[in-house]
């Protein structure tokens, strides 16, 4: 299977069914320039070019690639943004959402708490880019309580899911400008969530039907 085929995967994602197509076309563009073998060690190669999850060991995933086009498709990503992704994983995500803020628009912050999940995601990132741009800064830390160096964001989007009994999702919402959104998947649920903040005011959406793993940290 080759990467033309994921795109046809993640085209027919029950949620672009139920939705007729992904509100931003840009998206299927960026999976196809994403070549998820390059972020996944040889042992999960093989499962590339199928949506779905990877392991990339440390007991960690790269997640099943229609998830991931969907928060993208749900970030509605422009020019010039400054956005935080709590997960990197194998980077495979920041790479994708990368492509969609355009080379050098803007900042994406990427938070890992395995400090050896971060240091492959970079160098996966590092020769994905050719050399990593200065847009993408990949740190060590609990994301769960955001990442107060470089807020406040115009998106946030966790790639683990919380439990919203645990969770406080003002924490991350106080690091988020006016306009922002934040998403977030839960695990109680199977739900996205998806936080606008618009005039001091945050409105609540959800999507039903997706599975992440668990979120760590003092914030989960
Ligand atoms: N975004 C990646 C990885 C998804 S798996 C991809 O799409 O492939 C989720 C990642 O979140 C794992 O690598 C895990 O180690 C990381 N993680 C879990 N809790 C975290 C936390 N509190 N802060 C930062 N990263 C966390």
Redesign the pocket.
């Known amino acids: 299977m080759g990467n033309e085929e994921l795109i046809e995967i993640s085209k027919n994602y029950d949620y672009w069914l139920r939705s007729k197509k992904p509100k931003d076309d840009r998206v299927l563009d960026a999976v196809g320039k994403v070549e998820r073998k390059e ?1 996944l060690p040889d042992f999960s190669k093989e499962f590339a070019h199928m949506d779905a999850i990877a392991e ?1 060991g ?6 099943q690639p229609s ?2 086009a969907l928060i993208a498709d749900l970030l509605e990503i422009e020019d010039d943004l400054n956005i935080l ?10 790479a994708l959402i990368s492509h969609l803020m355009g080379i050098g628009k803007g900042n994406l912050t ?5 400090p050896q ?1 971060a240091k492959l ?1 970079k160098a996966n990132l590092e020769k994905h880019f050719g050399s990593i741009s200065s847009m993408i800064n990949v740190v060590v ?5 955001g990442y107060i160096d470089n807020a406040p964001y115009d998106r946030i989007y ?3 899911a919380v439990d919203i009994r645990r969770f406080d999702p003002k924490i991350l919402v106080d690091q988020l400008n006016e306009d922002g959104i934040l998403i977030f998947p839960e695990m109680t649920t199977n739900s996205l969530f998806i936080y606008r903040k618009s005039s001091g005011e945050v409105k609540e959406e959800k999507h039903e039907g997706v599975f ?9």
């Open positions: 972020f990339i440390y007991g960690s995933v790269s997640s998830l991931i992704e709590i997960g990197t994983g194998s980077g495979y995500s920041a990427t938070i890992e708490i395995v999940l995601a830390g609990d994301g769960s309580l966790l790639t683990a992440f793993v668990p979120l760590k940290g003092n914030n989960s």
